[in-house]
């Protein structure tokens, strides 16, 4: 059932275009959304991705005008990156088409069933919540979390 259900994601998300930007590009955004001013070496391992690799995404999604690079105050060779205004109009917009193709299909549904949804949907954001303290926890060798 949850592949389904992803996979049914998919195809609506995919009404709501994510162009221009490719689903590595849009990972990459999500990720300086969270992180604002992060290097490129994290989010390369945020990415699992190589450097080099990350840094040609940034090189389009920069020309793009949807990231910014800076010179780190600290370290004049360490470069931060933010997510621009322009990117963040694009993922705001983003989630406004998403939202709307999901609104559509809750609209389907009889109202027991959205409750339903909508605790079942909690549950699972709490329990992903605790997953990933649990895996920054472990990463930082810190068990208190």
């Given at each position: 059932?949850?592949?389904t259900a992803a996979e049914l994601l998919e195809v609506l998300w995919g009404r709501a275009s994510t162009a221009p930007a490719s689903a590595s590009?849009?990972?990459?955004?999500?990720?300086l959304e969270h992180h604002?001013?992060?290097n490129l070496g994290t989010l390369a391992d945020s990415l699992a991705s190589t450097p080099p690799s990350t840094s040609r995404l940034c090189d389009r999604l920069?020309?793009?005008?949807?990231?910014?690079r800076?010179?780190?105050?600290?370290?004049?060779?360490?470069?931060?990156?933010h997510l621009s205004s322009r990117g963040r109009a694009f993922l705001a917009?983003?989630?406004?088409?998403r939202e709307r193709e999901l609104q559509a299909v809750l609209a389907l549904m009889p109202a027991a069933q959205r409750t339903a949804l909508l605790e079942g949907l909690e549950a699972?954001?709490?329990?992903?919540?605790?997953?990933i303290q649990d895996a920054g926890a472990a990463e930082t060798g810190d068990r208190t979390a």
């Open positions: 059932m949850t592949s590009q849009l990972r990459l955004l999500l990720i604002d001013g992060i920069q020309a793009a005008g949807f990231v910014e800076a010179v780190s105050p600290a370290d004049r060779r360490e470069v931060r990156l917009d983003l989630r406004i088409r699972f954001c709490d329990a992903a919540a605790l997953r």
